[in-house]
């Protein structure tokens, strides 16, 4: 008979209101970097590796509905319910530029190469801001069918995708032309899209349906119905054989890629989970739960029997590992840069 894996999550306090986004920048020469939108309008920066607490981005008057951080996690940005957008200096907090919106700011996405800014919101508009000209107009792209939920940049920049809150599909963009070339149909709408590290993939979930389509063919590799209502999904990105969601029953559920089989169903969030990412070397993904807090959970736990065996000291091991991960955490700092610091 296997044994039962059971995942223990670090558990990041700190927001008091829910959770709706998360991102992690990719692997940097410090490490690698977790970003938090939250209703209580301070986004937050997390060491992505150990949850610790780095530093809260202020200056919000309203809720954050979605916050990233550029390539080398120098920058932070963020879309809010008081109709701007925020560019930050991620080692210092400092705000950068406030870029004004009409109407609510649902999303938006740093460019691969980090010289532009996406967003998109309730007015329908994608625009594009020159981050070496802040100070200058954006480029808007056609009108969007409906209110801007989640934007994307994927084929070097070449193209963009969004989807809805009022509707289904996720549009791909040519960015030369600023024009519609493809939708991804699906039956609700798109509450999630990401792009896998690799870009073969682009992982949507609509309802209570997960799906995986071709990012270069744009055809639909796999889908897969949920027994309830999915907000987010995400890919593993080194062997893509494996895939986390979120949504409505509180829990955090781990699937095999290939065939659609549960491997593990996660508990421990007291309300809906809004958003799931894996982190950039795959081993390990944090959820966001309308709950407040943010967990970061082991891909791959030990078994019940491990947890529970004595070490040389004669505590379990799963409480020596936490005790380990504890004086870890400890040995960090904010140093006057603003860097985390072992």
């Known amino acids: 008979m296997e044994k039962k894996k059971v995942a223990v999550s670090k558990v990041c306090h700190g927001h008091s209101r829910p959770v709706v986004d998360l991102f992690y920048s990719p692997v940097t020469p410090d490490g690698y970097f977790l970003i938090s939108a939250s209703k209580d309008s301070n986004p937050m920066l997390r060491n992505g590796d150990?949850?610790?607490?780095?530093?809260?981005?202020?200056?919000?008057?309203?809720?954050?509905?979605?916050?990233?951080?550029?390539?080398?996690?120098?920058?932070?940005?963020?879309?809010s319910a008081d109709f701007s957008a925020k560019i930050w200096d991620a080692l210092t907090g400092n705000e950068l530029h406030s870029f004004e919106h009409k109407h609510i700011v649902r999303a938006c996405a740093f460019s691969e190469d980090t010289h532009m800014l996406l967003t998109g919101g309730v007015e329908k508009i994608l625009r594009i801001y020159d981050m070496n000209r802040p100070d200058a107009a954006p480029r808007e792209l056609d009108k969007t069918p409906g209110s801007v939920r989640t934007v994307a940049w994927l084929h070097s920049d070449q193209s963009i995708l969004s989807s809805?809150?009022?509707?289904?599909?996720?549009?791909?963009?040519d960015v030369r032309s600023g024009k519609i070339v493809q939708t991804l149909e699906t039956k609700a709408p798109v509450t999630s899209a990401e792009v896998s590290q690799d870009g073969r993939f682009i992982t949507t979930a609509d309802g209570s349906s997960v799906k995986f389509w071709d990012a270069n063919?744009?055809?639909?590799?796999?889908?897969?119905?949920?027994?309830?209502?999915?907000?987010?999904?995400?890919?593993?990105?080194?062997?893509?054989?494996?895939?986390?969601?979120?949504?409505?029953?509180?829990?955090?559920?781990?699937?095999?890629?290939?065939?659609?089989?549960?491997?593990?169903?996660?508990?421990?969030?007291?309300g809906p989970v809004h958003c799931v990412r894996f982190a950039p070397?795959?081993?390990?993904?944090?959820?966001?739960?309308?709950?407040?807090?943010?967990?970061?959970?082991?891909?791959?736990?030990?078994?019940?029997?491990?947890?529970?065996?004595?070490?040389?000291?004669?505590?379990?091991?799963?409480?020596?590992?936490?005790?380990?991960?504890?004086?870890?955490?400890?040995?960090?700092?904010?140093?006057k840069e603003g860097q985390t610091e072992a």
Do not use: Q
Request: with cysteine; hydrophobic share 35%.
């Open 217 to 270: 063919h744009f055809g639909l590799v796999k889908s897969y119905d949920m027994s309830c209502t999915v907000e987010s999904a995400s890919l593993e990105p080194k062997s893509g054989s494996k895939f986390i969601t979120g949504g409505e029953d509180m829990w955090v559920h781990v699937y095999d890629f290939f065939t659609g089989e549960e491997i593990a169903c996660n508990k421990g969030h007291h």
């Open 281 to 335: 070397v795959g081993e390990s993904y944090a959820s966001g739960s309308e709950d407040g807090t943010i967990r970061i959970w082991p891909l791959n736990p030990a078994s019940t029997d491990d947890a529970e065996a004595p070490t040389a000291n004669g505590k379990p091991k799963a409480a020596a590992v936490a005790n380990e991960v504890a004086r870890k955490i400890e040995g960090f700092h904010i140093s």
């Open 164 to 173: 809805c809150s009022d509707m289904g599909g996720v549009r791909l963009w």
């Open 50 to 79: 150990t949850g610790d607490w780095i530093g809260t981005f202020e200056g919000h008057k309203g809720a954050v509905w979605s916050s990233c951080l550029d390539t080398n996690a120098l920058r932070a940005a963020s879309g």
